[in-house]
């Protein structure tokens, strides 16, 4: 949206559908594990990570038959906002940090601009879709509160 370059990595999903015949977890394992994680804190991204890379388990959807979110969320443990939104949010609040240590910073500031319109585009989305209550608003004063708790 507002980036400078035009990159060229991306994801490359297998094309086929079912768990890999070596790994031996269960899908109950599976779900133990991603609760697990999902206690310590980890954002549901973070949790398919560390299954990768810790555990051998490619596509949580393969072996459970479903994904990370919607798993947290029949658990009760899913983010009260969405992952992207809380992370943009993240982001302005340490720009905004910045520009009160540096008041002069003009490029900060733009890029403070850019990421709250991105805030605020994609709080409009979610509360259309109902992810959001309606009465949501992005206000920068108590952006801080949203981060931290």
């Not at 779900?31 to 206690?39: F, N, P, Y």
Request: charged share 30%; glycine share 6%; net charge positive.
């Amino acid at each position: 949206m507002y980036s400078r370059g035009k990159g060229i990595s991306g994801r490359a999903l297998p094309y086929k559908k079912s768990a890999p015949s070596w790994l031996k977890t269960t899908p109950q394992e599976v779900v133990e594990q991603i609760c697990k994680l999902a206690k310590k804190g980890l954002a549901p991204s973070q949790i398919g990570v560390v299954l990768r890379d810790s555990h051998g388990i490619t596509q949580v959807y393969s072996v459970t038959g479903s994904k990370v979110l919607r798993i947290l969320k029949g658990q009760g443990l899913a983010p009260e906002i969405p992952e992207d939104l809380y992370f943009l949010i993240k982001k302005a609040v340490a720009v905004r940090k910045h520009l009160e240590r540096n008041r002069s910073d003009k490029d900060s500031k733009f890029r403070l601009i850019l990421t709250e319109s991105r805030i605020h585009r994609l709080a409009r989305y979610y509360r259309r879709v109902r992810k959001l209550p309606p009465n949501w608003k992005y206000e920068s004063a108590t952006a801080s509160a949203l981060v931290q708790g």
